[in-house]
T-cell receptor, first 115, second 111 residues
């Protein structure tokens, strides 16, 4: 089966600019996750979708970050305006459902550098 | 609040040595997963532990889930340079649908 697809692979922007990331999960996976990973640290959950509804977005900085999954399939994550501390890898993952029996499958991430 | 704390944060050892990585929480988890992540890639699942006290082996890797399902450990026997990477524990805290990761352990095995 095709894996989780993410684009772009790399992005360099200046602070205060906007940026968007795209994720296409594995076909049939109801749950989609966006994580932010600072170099060398564990991923931090930004937002978790179940189909097109939000399960958790408690750690999403909503003043600058937004995410949508309108048709319950692919998803976009946007940052506007970007700050220097947003430099990180943004990982997308999907699973069949939000339970312990459904392992997560990850994309290779988008590396964002904010200068 | 970080619910899953890993130790050590960094580990640099010689090939052939043994090591243990710990994953601790004050919360109960219905199961825990361990992942390895290499630079430029997403985490890759190694194992899932479900039952308190469970021990699982994957070649030279031994995973244990604590009796109270609040902690886990990963032991590597005779480490190889190919074991180098970032090791992550993760799971759903009981009664939540939010999947969280530990703080990570960066392992470097030197030839």
């Amino acid at each position: 089966e095709a894996g989780v697809a993410q684009s772009p692979r790399y992005k360099i922007i200046e602070k205060r600019q906007s940026v968007a990331f795209w994720c296409n999960p594995i076909s049939g996976h109801a749950t989609l996750y966006w994580y932010q990973q600072i170099l060398g640290q564990g991923p931090k959950l930004l937002i978790q979708f179940q189909n097109n509804g939000v399960v958790d977005d408690s750690q999403l900085p909503k003043d600058r970050f937004s995410a949508e999954r309108l048709k319950g399939v692919d998803s976009t994550l946007k940052i506007q305006p970007a700050k220097l501390e947003d430099s990180a890898v943004y990982l997308c993952a999907s699973s069949l459902e939000s339970t312990a029996n459904s392992p997560l499958h990850f994309g290779n991430g988008t590396r964002l550098t904010v200068t | 609040t970080q619910l899953l704390e890993q130790s050590p944060q960094f580990l640099s050892i010689q090939e052939g040595e043994n090591l243990t990585v710990y994953c601790n929480s004050s919360s109960v988890f219905s199961s825990l997963q361990w992942y390895r992540q290499e630079p430029g890639e997403g985490p890759v699942l190694l194992v899932t532990v479900v039952t308190g006290g469970e021990v699982k082996k994957l070649k030279r890797l031994t995973f244990q889930f604590g009796d109270a399902r609040k902690d886990s450990s990963l032991h590597i026997t005779a480490a190889q340079t190919g074991d180098t990477g970032l090791y992550l524990c993760a799971g759903f805290p009981s009664r939540t649908y939010k999947y969280i990761f530990g703080t990570g352990t960066r392992l470097k095995v030197l030839a």
